[in-house]
């Protein structure tokens, strides 16, 4: 659980053996290429992205249903496939567009019947003008002074019909404007549409049997343009080629292997102080998923540490607590269960299966701990009553739980932080914004627990300790007695000392933790005394639909939630304190094909 540390590896050769060995680096598939000419553009022409391609091959993925794909696929026309799917992707659009349309005016046309209006009814000097008038508007038709009828009522508007050369002047709406076909020829046009809706369906359902084949194309020139372009950024010096990148060090035997083979010289070297290593980043499969939630808003520099295990298990917890409910967490799972097989099929949609079931256990403890079960409490005495150890009701309670986590969270970063600078003073400063945030934290909760005055006597001293590490050791610059390099350490320390309003935000920004668990719940009860209301007889019904509409949106409002502010709480407050510089994803010079055949 840590970043992988990395050699730089640089293989020199006669340029003549310069295209086996970069094809076989891709196949080895563990370098992260550096370019050597950064200055020089790329000499060669680009390899087609094929746009049209990589359109369909996503357009079959994303079909609901796929037939399964041949496990030999026999000269197979990758055009004809592609130019296929993109006509009946834009076909499909294209008459779904018109389904909706039709639909929209069929149901403008339901209430006049079905009629077409002759020619001179639209464009002669009488013309037709229908209205649609609600109901206590009605009287105001009687200052109307041309000819004009009521042709149907429902329980919202009156249809009314009128004669003249221009709309009436008096009418209280204005006049609706009609597709000039009829309503049954706009019904039967539904049917046609519908139909070639359905037979495009079964198209792109047969023509997914191509998958495999369009995603193995694409990969092939995938790698095609990567060995291009390593081939650009390789260094040529008389009849020499030198090609240059980073690697694990577990890899270097097997690269040393690799230059003897073909006759290379060399170099393997530790980064030094001036390189910027890429970040490769190694977790346990289960934790995988961190490195996607940590990924989707930065890359840690390489001399850093790895934030993504912390993110798993503090966004499962973050999350929990804004859900708020085990009965919520148990239709997740249930949820989870139905889809584990098919989230397995990719390393991806597997490190995404992990994140969810934490925050399905994570959710579930949590709930059970509150007592909260779609919004109702287990009834005394029971086994879950027992379990029952926090409650919402107490908001002074829960309210000092989330900022506990939120202080608890932010000195964590600070810990880190002072150890990724162990070797530097600076790391005394870190020290100190733990003593000030956990001593304020434990000064704070004095004012509404006065017995724990001993743990407020310790959060005193604790700021006491701090507040002078964050003067003296916020500089990054070496330790030295000379006056002005005195000045220049207080100056910055004076600055470090400024962030103490920053500190007392961030922790109070893990408020939103309580605010939006005690939301969920106080819905989830909301929505539960409505349905009691509505309940017997006939209104059974009404009250069902309350739970059923009322517990789904609460459910749909907390994963929103728990999703965007668990996230926001690690990637940007956590973040702040702990990751000062942003890192380069190591990208690996591979065989796109060769991986998916394996």
């Known amino acids: ?16 053996e310069k295209d086996t060995v970069l094809d076989g680096l891709q196949s080895l598939g563990c370098m992260h290429l550096n370019d050597l000419r950064p200055n020089n553009p790329a000499a060669f022409d680009q390899e087609p ?12 993925k994303d079909s609901p249903v796929r037939r399964r794909a041949p496990l030999r696929q026999e000269k197979l026309d990758v055009e004809a496939v592609v130019k296929e799917t993109i006509e009946v992707r834009d076909r499909s659009r294209a008459l779904a567009e018109e389904r909706v349309q039709l639909l929209k005016w069929i149901a403008e046309l339901e209430p006049w019947g079905d009629f077409e209006l002759p020619q001179w009814a639209r464009e002669g000097d009488l013309r037709f003008w229908f209205y649609a008038i609600p109901h206590h508007q009605l009287a105001r038709l009687q200052a109307v002074t041309v000819p004009w009828r009521i042709a149907a009522r429902d329980h919202r508007f009156v249809y009314v019909v009128a004669i003249g050369r221009t709309p009436p002047a008096d009418t209280p709406v204005p006049p609706m404007s009609f597709e000039p076909r009829s309503l049954a020829k706009l019904r039967a046009r539904l049917e046609e549409v519908e139909n070639d809706l359905e037979e495009l369906d079964y198209r792109r359902i047969g023509l997914t049997r191509h998958t495999r084949a369009l995603r193995g194309m694409l990969d092939e020139a995938d790698d095609r343009a990567a060995r291009r372009q390593a081939a650009a950024e390789a260094l040529d010096r008389d009849q020499l080629f030198a090609v240059q990148g980073w690697a694990p060090s577990r890899q270097a035997p097997l690269l040393e292997k690799f230059g003897a083979a073909h006759g290379l010289a060399i170099t393997l070297e530790p980064p030094g102080e001036l390189d910027k290593p890429p970040t490769l980043l190694s977790n346990p499969p289960a934790l995988q998923g961190g490195e996607g939630l940590m990924e989707f808003y930065t890359t840690p ?12 298990f503090c966004f499962a917890l973050f999350f929990a607590m804004i859900l708020s409910d085990a009965g ?13 097989k098919r989230m397995g099929a990719t390393t991806a949609s597997r490190g995404l299966r992990g994140v969810l079931l934490a925050l399905v256990a994570f959710s579930i403890v949590y709930g059970v701990l509150v007592g909260a079960y779609f919004g109702v409490e287990p009834p005394q005495g029971s086994r879950l009553a027992s379990l029952h150890i926090l409650s919402a009701n ?29 070797r530097s003073a600076s790391a005394f400063a870190a020290l100190g914004w733990i003593a000030v945030i956990l001593g304020g934290f434990l000064v704070a909760i004095h004012w509404s627990y006065p017995a724990f005055t001993s743990l407020a006597r310790g959060g005193l001293w604790a700021m006491w300790v701090g507040g002078p590490a964050i003067l003296l050791f916020s500089s990054r610059e070496p330790l030295s007695l000379a006056p002005a ?23 109070l920004s893990y408020l939103r933790l309580f605010a939006l668990g005690l939301a969920s719940i106080k819905l989830a009860e909301a929505f539960n005394s409505l349905a009691a209301m509505s309940w017997g007889g006939v209104a059974t019904i009404l009250g069902v639909l309350v739970l059923l509409v009322g517990h789904s949106i ?15 709480l690690n990637l940007i407050e956590f973040f702040n304190w702990s990751l000062p510089e942003e890192g380069e994803r190591f990208r690996t010079f591979e065989r796109k094909a060769l991986k998916a055949a394996e």
């Open 328 to 340: 919520y967490a148990a239709l997740l799972a249930i949820l989870l269960a139905l889809l584990w």
């Open 394 to 422: 107490d908001q002074r309670l829960m309210m000092w739980i989330a900022i506990a986590v939120g202080a608890l969270h932010l000195a964590y970063a600070n810990l880190v932080t002072a150890w990724v600078r162990r």
């Open 1 to 16: 659980m840590a970043i992988v540390p990395l050699l730089k590896i640089t293989l020199y050769g006669p340029a003549a």
């Open 554 to 568: 609460n459910l749909a409002m907390g994963i929103m939630g728990g999703v965007v502010h668990g996230l926001r």
């Open 301 to 312: 520099a390489y001399r850093l540490w790895d934030p993504s295990p912390a993110i798993f």
């Open 49 to 60: 992205v094929y746009p049209d391609a990589r359109q369909a091959l996503q357009y079959l």
């Open 485 to 507: 390099a005195l000045l220049h350490r207080l100056l910055e320390g004076l600055k470090g000392l400024t962030e103490l309003s920053k500190a007392f935000g961030d922790v």
